[in-house]
């Protein structure tokens, strides 16, 4: 079982008279110690002959970069559609966690020079972009909120994640783990964080009218081939 430590705290700072709006803010934390839980792994059929992965080093990655965090209401308030890019390097996916509204449209250029053939099978969004070459891209629009999980049918290490939100409170964590919104409305929230190694977390808050709210989540860390 995954032990999750999760810290609500009041902060002694008044905000101005009359504010209808507070600041939510916290820190991720990711512990050595905290068991993981086994994710299954996606089941697909390859549709081409996998290939050897390509033996170039990987840099390393801040554990927050694969970390999503943000805030659900009874009220959608998602942000504008905004144009984004996952481009396949290396056979890999860059960046491998993506965060946008609803709405938005992300590209999928090709950077290898080999095929690729890009696809999802998740509820939200299923598609599959065929397969075309190094220098080729394909669009996908996201209509819908969900976590899109996407793959390559010629790689199967291929792997990324893209959070659709309709909410306009949402970002991957600072490099130290921290995150700040400072436009939150009074009232009942979800704060939802998704790491690959958990999944999806769940946190019921109160924002209210005039003081900030800081939360604290601990999350284990993910294995470093992942």
């Known amino acids: 079982m995954i032990r999750l430590g999760f810290y609500t705290l009041a902060a ?10 507070s600041e939510v803010s916290g820190r991720i934390i990711i512990d050595k110690t905290v068991a993981k839980r086994t994710v299954p792994a996606a089941v697909y059929d390859l549709r081409g002959v996998a290939v050897r992965e390509n033996p170039a080093e990987h ?47 992300v590209a999928f250029p090709n950077l290898d020079p080999i095929f690729h053939n890009i696809f999802s099978l998740s509820r939200s969004q299923s598609f599959d972009l065929g397969y075309y070459p190094q220098g080729r891209s394909r669009n996908v629009t996201f ?13 199967p290490a291929m792997y990324g994640v893209i959070v659709v939100t309709s909410s306009r409170w949402a970002e991957k964590p600072a490099s130290d783990g921290t995150f700040s919104w400072s436009d939150v409305p009074a009232g009942k929230y979800r704060l939802v964080v998704w790491q690959k190694s958990t999944g999806l977390v769940h946190k019921s808050i109160v924002v209210p009218k005039t003081n900030p709210i800081q939360v604290t989540i601990t999350l284990p860390e993910e294995d470093e081939e992942n």
């Open 12 to 21: 002694f700072c008044i905000w101005p008279a009359g504010g209808i709006s």
């Open 59 to 105: 840099r390393g990655v801040n554990g927050f970069e694969r970390v999503a965090v943000w805030l659900e209401s009874s009220t959608p308030s998602a942000a504008k559609p905004v144009n984004s890019t996952m481009q396949q390097h290396q056979s890999h996916f860059d960046p491998d966690l993506l965060i946008v509204p609803v709405g938005s449209t």
């Open 143 to 155: 209509p819908r909120s969900g976590i899109v999980q996407v793959y390559c049918h010629v790689h």
